[in-house]
């Protein structure tokens, strides 16, 4: 069964968002969409958008809002997010979430549910500076918690596994104070409209996934995303 509503993973850089969003979306057969997944397809394919926001990114800054907003919109514009969605690094500005609401509304898929993945900074930069990316299908690993069978090849499809050039330390840093000074005040916005639930993401992967898929089988029975 679908979820029916659009789930939201909050949280920092390294938080596990996308880990966890890959999980979810999956299991409930919805589509993931990672805003930094489709603005990293951008730059890799030279396209205006992507030599636009290449810079950007590489500083560690958000990129425009008006831009996101318009991928998003059209993303969510497909006949597959019909049964829901995991956003997954999006909204992460104030005006990014006033504005994502009626774009829900007007898709059928009402108030979003939000999960703010929480986690101290000690525990984030070994996370961002351990990841490692499948350059095929994007799969997820960690060389400290999370390594792939073979070195630096993707279990899933044989891909090379490559380092994200915005996770070395003196970018991860600028990454993280945008998070304090644009994207936490979210929480607020969202724990006022009763939408909000958090969840300690500094546990093993699988009991982040318990914990999400116990709020999910609450607050959005469609479908709980369990591993
Ligand atoms: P984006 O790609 O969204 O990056 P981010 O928010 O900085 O988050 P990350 O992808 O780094 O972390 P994650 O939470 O997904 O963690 P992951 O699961 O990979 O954005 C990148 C850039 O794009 C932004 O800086 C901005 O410029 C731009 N952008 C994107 N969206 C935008 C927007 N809406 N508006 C404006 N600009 C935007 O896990 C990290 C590592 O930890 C992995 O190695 C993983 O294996 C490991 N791990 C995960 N969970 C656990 C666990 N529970 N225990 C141990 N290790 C774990
Ligand atoms: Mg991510």
């Keep these: ?3 029916n509503r659009a789930l939201i993973l909050l949280g920092p ?49 958000l990129v425009p809002d008006d831009l996101v907003l318009h991928l998003v919109e059209e993303r969510l514009s497909r006949p597959d997010s019909a049964g829901g969605v995991v956003l997954d690094g999006f909204p992460r500005t104030l005006p990014q979430a006033e504005q994502l609401d ?8 009402g108030k979003p549910l939000v999960i703010d993945l929480f986690v101290n900074s000690d525990a984030l ?21 999370l390594p792939p069978k073979v070195q630096d090849i993707c279990d899933i499809d044989g891909g090379k596994l490559i380092q994200r050039a915005d996770d070395v330390a ?46 999910l089988r609450k607050r959005a029975p469609g479908c709980d995303g369990h591993l």
């Excluded at 639930?197 to 709020?215: G, M, T």
């Design 13 to 61: 850089p390294g938080a596990g968002k996308g880990t966890q969003a890959k999980r979810i979306a999956h299991n409930c057969s919805v589509p993931h969409l990672s805003t930094g997944d489709i603005l990293r397809e951008a730059i890799a394919s030279g396209s205006a958008l992507g030599q636009m926001v290449k810079p950007i990114m590489e500083r560690g800054d």
């Design 102 to 109: 009626p774009i829900l509304e007007k898709r059928g898929l």
């Design 125 to 145: 930069l070994r996370r961002l500076t351990g990841r490692r990316m499948c350059s095929i299908g994007g799969e997820i690993y960690n060389i400290h918690d």
């Design 1 to 3: 069964m679908p979820l």
């Design 170 to 215: 003196e970018v991860v840093k600028e990454r993280l104070e945008a998070y304090e000074h644009q994207t936490k005040p979210l929480t607020e916005y969202y724990r006022s409209h009763g939408v909000l639930e958090v969840v300690d993401a500094s546990k093993s992967i699988e009991e982040v996934n318990k914990s999400v898929s116990e709020i």
